[in-house]
């Protein structure tokens, strides 16, 4: 008999990442965003270990095509219909795009997601949730996703229009003698931005951006808030940021 047996401590245990809830993911892209985070969910299941059991995001592939505030009540129309249905959602994330609508609507449409999340109500990680603890996040870009895609590549603080973007990308691209081509339907774009691109920095210069707009509603060309799903999925992701 070894008498110098120690059962093993709460210290000496291997210290495990918690269940990160069920997330629900709304986008007015039909494309982009929706392939972006199912390739992010992807991952997820490799580096997490995430069992079949455990399918906790979900992409709306419903909620593309309305508009900033239409796309915001679709969403709250279907949060409560899942809530009354017995489904328990912890994070909704809405991705929305400036595109050609009015600056009013744009601000309006961060001001509503925002507002959603009251200090009375304290969801698992003590931030501010709805009354059912749902955390409410907004995605916005300022002018288009593309910006969050040419941030992994270099600093951008001038006001771009929409089709700028795609060419400032390419061209990003063929800096490193790649084949690659920047499309809306790319199934990989997570991964292709993890292996060319830098995430670390491109949520470094999203929250430069952002910086002085925190605690505005208005979110100015250029600025964008998807580098938040980054940060929040960080660990998960095992990215080192």
Known sequence: MNYNYKPPSRFDRKKELKQFGTHIFYGEGIKTEPKYVENMKEILKKRYKMNPASEIIIINNQSGGRNTLGLVEYAEK???????????????????????????????????????????????????????????????????????VLLHFKYVDAALSRKDYIPSINAEFHKMKTSLTYEKNLDNLFEILEKYGNIKHAVKRA??????????????????????????????LKLDL
Request: net charge neutral; aromatic share 16%.
């Open 207 to 236: 929250k430069k951006l952002d910086d002085g707009l925190m605690n505005s509603n208005k979110k100015t060309n250029p600025s964008t808030g998807i580098y938040t799903l980054i940060e929040y999925f960080k660990r998960y």
């Open 78 to 148: 279907d949060v409560k219909f899942k809530i009354k249905s017995g489904e328990n959602i912890d994070h909704v994330w809405i991705f929305y795009d400036k595109d050609s609508f009015k600056q009013d609507a744009f601000d309006n449409t961060y001001h509503k997601i925002i507002s959603k999340n009251k200090k009375e109500y304290l969801n698992a990680d003590g931030d501010c949730s709805d009354k059912n603890y749902t955390r409410w996040h907004a995605l916005w870009s300022n002018e288009c996703f593309e910006l969050w």
